[in-house]
């Protein structure tokens, strides 16, 4: 599908968006207004973004334990998010998910995600539902490459194909789960490799460019929505904070991060649209600018939040102790 000037700039705004909301939680997190632990998705963007394109508000998406960059590239409101993580009632989950947990229904965010391969069985779950409604909805799974190793992404993926669900499951290889390198907890060398033994498409892409991503994740997305059934996607990116605010980085260099920051998604993008002339200098400015006015307004908007009321704690959760 042709990027035109209109989608060049809700990527651009978009990838933009996820770097400033996680560069202010990163530094919130530091000055201990916010609670709970924190896991960035910054560097990771163009996956989200160049995913989501191509959803609309019926279009689920599972999360992991990074989902911040997931939220906003499927439309989750960054006021109601920031408050979610400040666990104020305006949050999209009235305060009680947190970072970890965070979700909004009405956009088809279906939740970030504690458990590593927590989100591989309830994408298969969302797309199920979208094939008996017939809908024509689909579902997005993103998992990370330590999530890759869990059996529920397994067998997630082995239903998902017996069934023809309508699900692209996507794997972000920041090449780390917590500290371990890929190359020490997967025995393959390439995760989309194993595609093959579930019988579905598998491709794996440069996940620090966001229109690789964005053409690989057209055509798994077509293919879902046409009934053929999902596709496993693996994109290779780099994650540039700890894996979760406080982490001290002894498994990888400063050389390495830099050596990605050359190619970084934003500018690398931005630079792209200008040459294509479907951005100017002058829009990417007026982007940069309106990001950083918007993850402003939602601190204000999450610190003039009020509260959550002790007596709610057991409301809108699923199980209730008495
Ligand atoms: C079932 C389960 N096992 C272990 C953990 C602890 N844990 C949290 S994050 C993580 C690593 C996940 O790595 P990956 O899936 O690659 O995601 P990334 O953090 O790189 O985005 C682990 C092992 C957990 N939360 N859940």
Redesign the pocket.
């Known amino acids: 599908m042709e990027i035109t000037r209109d989608r060049a700039v809700w990527i651009y705004e978009r990838m933009a968006l996820i770097r400033v909301f996680e560069e202010r939680v990163a530094q919130l997190f530091a000055d201990g207004r916010i609670a709970g632990f924190v896991?960035l998705y910054a560097g990771e963007e163009a996956v989200a973004v160049g995913i989501c394109t191509h959803l609309n508000d019926g279009d689920f998406i599972t999360s992991?334990?990074?989902g911040h960059g997931h939220c906003i590239a499927k439309g989750v409101d960054p006021g109601e998010m920031m408050a979610e993580l400040f666990g104020r009632l305006g949050g999209s989950c009235k305060g009680k998910g947190g970072s970890m947990h965070i979700a909004d229904v009405s956009k088809g965010m279906l939740g970030a995600n504690?458990?590593?391969?927590g989100g591989p069985p309830l994408a298969a779950g969302a797309a199920l539902t979208a094939k008996v409604q017939g809908s024509g909805a689909v579902a997005v799974c993103f998992?990370?490459?330590?999530?890759a190793e869990q059996g529920t992404t397994h067998e997630a993926m082995n239903l998902a194909a017996i069934w023809k669900l309508p699900v692209v499951f996507v794997c972000?290889n920041?090449q780390?789960?917590?500290s371990t390198p890929v190359s020490y907890h997967c025995a393959a060398t390439s995760i989309a490799d194993r595609a093959a033994s579930y019988n579905i498409p598998g491709v794996t892409v440069d996940g620090y460019d966001v229109v690789a991503v964005y053409e690989a994740a057209g055509e798994a997305i077509a293919r879902a929505r046409r009934g053929d059934g999902p596709s496993l996607l693996e994109a290779k990116t780099w994650r540039y904070f700890g894996?979760f605010e406080g982490d001290q980085i002894t498994y990888r260099t400063a050389e390495q991060s830099a050596a990605y920051r050359e190619h970084d998604p934003l500018t690398t993008f931005a630079r792209q649209a200008q040459d294509r002339e479907l951005l100017q200098k002058e829009d990417v400015d007026r982007i940069d600018a309106d990001v950083k006015k918007k993850v402003e307004d939602a601190i204000e908007f999450a610190e003039a939040s009020p509260q959550p009321a002790p007596e709610d704690a057991l409301t809108d959760v699923y199980v209730a102790y008495r």
Request: charged share 20%; no cysteine; glycine share 22%.
């Open positions: 896991h992991t334990h990074r504690g458990i590593v391969g998992f990370g490459d330590g999530a972000e920041n780390f789960a917590e894996h």
